[in-house]
């Protein structure tokens, strides 16, 4: 038994890794390439499945999960374009009276962009999670825990999004839409 058990986790983290590689692949290459993006989210899956048999779902998809993050960190790591030394500096010309409301105004965005892609994941991944324990028809300790996965799934996806997309008033307008709609569809519940 010990052997059977060795033998589908490591086959698990194999899947795991071969479909990281797959989607990295995809991502890296220009065109669409849907046979190696399907394939790799199916060997996350089979990952999943294969550790959900070992050790029980909620264990299962927690180290699945984590199998996936450590080798995405893996892959970033190995593969990353890491800069050599400290950014150049070009010398930049500015009138005295535009210096200030140009720093006034970058220092506002940033501002902005930081209150955005911390606060709006956040609470789109809370809402999220309530939204699941509410609608969920299971025994509370599973709600509990679909909540707690669906939340932090929801909340990084969020923060991808935010960080990713050049326009913030995109994945921003999305976010507040996703938390309010959530939010008066509890309401009654509560």
Excluded at 33 to 53: I, Y
Excluded at 55 to 81: H, K, M, Q
Excluded at 95 to 102: D, I, M, W
Aim: proline share 5%.
């Amino acid at each position: 038994m010990p052997n059977t058990l060795y033998t589908i986790a490591g086959l698990a983290s194999l899947s795991a890794l071969a479909g990281i590689i797959c989607l990295y692949r995809a991502w890296l290459h220009t065109g669409v390439q849907p046979v190696r993006r399907w394939l790799g989210w199916t060997l996350m899956g089979v990952s999943a499945g294969g550790w959900s048999s070992v050790f029980g779902v909620e264990y299962g998809i927690s180290i699945a999960t984590l199998i996936v993050i450590l080798g995405v960190f893996v892959v970033i790591a190995l593969n990353g374009d890491w800069p050599s030394g400290p950014p150049r500096q070009d010398k930049q010309r500015a009138t005295a009276s535009a210096a200030p409301r140009a720093t006034y105004v970058i220092g506002l965005r940033g501002i902005a962009r930081c209150l955005v892609v911390v606060i709006l994941p956040a609470v789109s991944g809370v809402s999220a999670g309530l939204l699941f324990f509410g609608v969920a028809n299971l025994v509370d300790s599973s709600r509990l825990i679909g909540a707690g996965f669906v939340a932090i799934a929801v909340w990084t996806l969020a923060v991808v999004w935010c960080c990713a997309d050049r326009k913030l008033l995109r994945p921003g307008a999305a976010l507040v839409l996703f938390s309010a709609a959530s939010g008066l569809y509890l309401l009654p519940a509560a």
